[in-house]
């Protein structure tokens, strides 16, 4: 389906869904660059009040999450859309391939930039010294914010609680393990012993929270003034689930995330983003537990590009950046023998 | 690397024919497009991958895997043996391949043994791991991840 068909088709569905206005038209739909996974498209709806602004996620025909199912990262952000928390309110989920040949959800657009975990062009940070004073604590806060949301009162039950113990780092590398056998590639042998080594580590999770699954620089929807940067949203929900916070926290300190710096998330010292989360939240940490779930982190992504190569491999995508994980993978590999110690200097 | 060279090739030719080409409206431009198209085409089964990298690898991993073995003794190391022995000497694409593999298998065998039993076997795996992540890394070219997300040149 070209572009044009795409706006003819999306302005039925709005038109049916926004029924007090008079034709709405929908606008300068674009396809976004950003984002790997699911198929991301910016436009507006030009509607008598004026323009609305919203995003639409489509599932992709491979990516980089398959199988897909976008029902329960829209029913989490649905059930958000009045929590302080800065999720982008999200109207509609649409399952019938019939409108737009695959399922998809509509969100509003937050107003803000995405700033991308990667140097810039002159090998700086994402943020200044004056944004990441404003932002961090913002970012943090909402992670906080993330992990002590009552998700039984917001009825996100159907996530499946883990239960106690074991089982939530359990079912989470399950869950990696059998990603990367589904790809049905070999397995790297830094892969398995990573692997050897997290199922013979397996934390307990005190507590279990709601967990977003990919809270990391790059899904952080910012606002830029002369000396300050706020966040406006947290985006890329497509791996919440119930878990341990810690998993959250990791992850977003992770290597894979400093955008060229030595900061968690281009933002803060790691050691100073897990004390700030920890005041923020109330929930203690752990070392043991943090590390098991860092070590994860980098298992999780290498998943995530096996399944990307495995995609581009059988032909079932033409997107090149999946093509590129073929040569990221060795980076990967040795951020995973600093973590695991058979590589000095982390 | 898990992508053949001629998938890679094949999948950019597919790239630029379905998601560049249609995009570009300069007559120059699209005509350049289907010269590099072209070229790749008759390229794709010219090219092999430089084996010295896999021969350095799979000399590296035997190493590594014959020192594990001599770490566990010949009834622990018993797979590892048999690992090592199977491994085609060639061509050297393969040999890597199986050698790989056997690390593979190493390391579900150490994950099972007490971890002093397992840890001088380990150690000598490790030390393979290690230099075969820096000689990965050391051929990669800085990447362009940034202009990929964005679609804005640096320069």
Redesign the interface.
Known sequence: MDDHALVARLEKYVRARLPGEHAPRVVALERS??GFSQETFIFDVETSAGRRAFVLKREPLAGLLEPYDLEPEFRVLHALSSDPLPSPPTPWLERDPIVLERPFYVMERLPGDVP?P????DGSGPFDDAERATLAPEVIGALARLHTIDWRAYGLDFLGDPGPGRAAATRELQRWEARIDATG??????L??AL?WL??HVPETPDVTLVHGDYRLGNFLVTRTPGAARLTGVLDWEMVHLGDPLEDVAWCISPLWRGGTSFASGLVPPDDFVARWVEASGIASDDARLHFYGVLAIVKMAAIM?TG?RA??D?RT????M??F??????L??LL?MMR???GGF | ???AVE??L???M??LR??VLPAVQGRFARGQLFAALDVLQNLRDRVEPKVAFDESEAAS?SDALTHALDALGPDLGAPLARALAEAPSGPPPERA?AL??A??GA??L??RLPADVAAPARAA??????A???R??AM?KP?L??E????IS??
């Open positions: 660059t950003e991308i990667a140097p810039g062009p590639l070999p397995l790297d042998p830094p398995a012993e050897g199922r013979t096996l190569l581009f491999r032909g033409h997107d090149l950046r093509a590129i073929d040569h990221q993978l060795p980076y590999y040795l023998g110690g058979w590589l | 690397m898990q992508l998938a890679l094949d999948g950019v597919q790239t379905q998601a991993a391949a790989r593999a690390l593979v390391f579900a150490l994950d795996l490790a030390k393979h791991l290690a075969q992540a820096m990965d890394v990669l990447s991840l940034q990929i997300s964005t679609g640096k320069g």
